[in-house]
């Protein structure tokens, strides 16, 4: 299946569209039952689904909170119950590295390290197994536009999470925008470039999408507030 995405947000001064998403989850009958066939499957699944368990988990935790930003951390601070795993694989996000290929490197060099340091061959799990799974993203416009400033605030405070992942976080891993949506628009239609420069600095895969969203409305509000008394 082809993922329906829109092209990178338009900047020269245009209103700033509003696009929703949702996925389509598809398994890949793969399944790890230990740490050490984490490894081994690791090897050879698609980049898509690594992608799917560590970016994409970003979508899916306004619904199903979890401690870690990523799927593979949450399962092995779960259901194997290795909180020192779990935290070394939460540690990095895909966007530290420069492809899913160089991250696919750096995820089995932290499980390889962590199992050779154990005086003892790790037990199989008492939970449940990890499934790998790829999405398929669909977008989808809003009903919704910012010409400037203040109606892009009001806008931040109503769309749904969807919209935020889809501008802040996907518009970086799939579209090709480093900055991502928001911050591009912010800078490049409305000259900007502080504003566009400390939203770049909130980081989606330490905060929740709400926190993001809170964090970029206080920004707006002060930038509202200097513009205001100007």
Request: glycine share 6%; charged share 25%; aromatic share 10%.
């Amino acid at each position: 299946m082809t993922e329906v995405l829109p092209p990178v947000v338009a900047s020269a001064r245009e209103a700033f569209q509003f696009w929703g998403c949702t996925e389509i989850r598809e398994s890949l009958g793969i399944r790890a039952d230990s740490e050490r066939h984490l490894i081994e499957r690791l090897e050879t699944v698609p980049p898509e689904s690594i992608y799917y368990h560590t970016v994409r988990s970003l979508l899916r935790r306004r619904v199903v909170p979890g401690p870690y930003p990523n799927d593979f951390a949450n399962w092995v601070a779960v259901e194997v119950r290795d909180s020192v795993l779990a935290e070394r694989l939460a540690f990095n996000s895909p966007f530290d590295f420069h492809d899913m290929e160089e991250f696919r490197e750096h995820l089995l060099a932290t499980l390889d390290d962590h199992l050779s340091r154990l005086p003892f061959a790790p037990r199989g799990i008492t939970g449940r197994p990890f499934f790998f799974l790829r999405g398929h993203l669909a977008a989808v416009p809003l009903a919704v536009e910012a010409p400037d400033l203040r109606s892009f605030r009001t806008a931040m405070a109503s769309v749904d999470e969807s919209s935020i992942y889809y501008h802040w976080v996907e518009s970086i891993g799939r579209l090709g925008n480093p900055r991502g949506d928001f911050a591009a628009w912010v800078e490049d239609a409305l000259g900007l470039p502080g504003l566009a420069r400390r939203f770049s600095e909130i980081d989606p895969f330490v905060l929740s999408l709400a926190a993001v969203r809170t964090r970029v409305l206080g920004l707006l509000d002060e930038q509202l507030t200097r513009e205001g008394d100007r």
